[in-house]
């Protein structure tokens, strides 16, 4: 992982073996994993191994597409948990903040759309890169169920 400034926002991913087989969309959207970080600066903010890393890409990429005209917040929710939250971005009167339910420490650190938006675009594009290479598919070709 590379360095990031003390307020710059982070998604992190390492890819580790699939959690079963890549067959389906369905199998690709939850068992393609990776040791996960979203960070602020040097906070970890959550942290997950084996965490389903197209299935949060897809669900960014869907939230980018309408955040800038609707301002709505965005609840990343894994089909395998249930647990609303996982990561959270809203927003706030001075920015966006950035949560977790499993988070340690409450980060209130603002962040401008704008950063929000190019830490997210980074990391779909991140994704779809490094699964296309291991893998040999495109992220953004599965159809979500």
């Known amino acids: 992982m590379e360095a990031i400034e003390l307020n710059e926002l982070g998604f992190w991913f390492q890819l580790t073996p699939p959690e079963g087989p890549l067959e389906t969309d369905r199998h690709r959207l939850l068992n393609v994993v990776a040791d996960f970080k979203l960070v602020v600066g040097q906070r970890i903010i959550f942290s997950e191994a084996n965490f389903p890393i197209i299935e949060l890409a897809i669900q960014l990429d869907r939230w980018l ?3 800038t005209e609707s301002h ?3 609840v990343y ?10 990561i959270r971005v809203a927003p706030g009167v001075e920015g966006w903040h950035v949560a977790s339910v499993f988070a340690e420490f409450a980060d209130s650190t603002p962040f ?3 950063e929000v938006v190019t830490a997210a675009r980074s990391y779909i594009t991140a994704v779809e890169e490094a699964v296309l290479a291991e893998y040999g ?5 599965i159809t979500p169920a």
């Open 65 to 67: 597409g309408s955040v």
């Open 72 to 74: 709505t917040e965005f």
């Open 77 to 86: 929710t894994s089909l395998e948990s249930g647990i609303i939250g996982i």
């Open 112 to 114: 401008p759309l704008e």
């Open 137 to 141: 598919f495109r992220p953004s070709e």
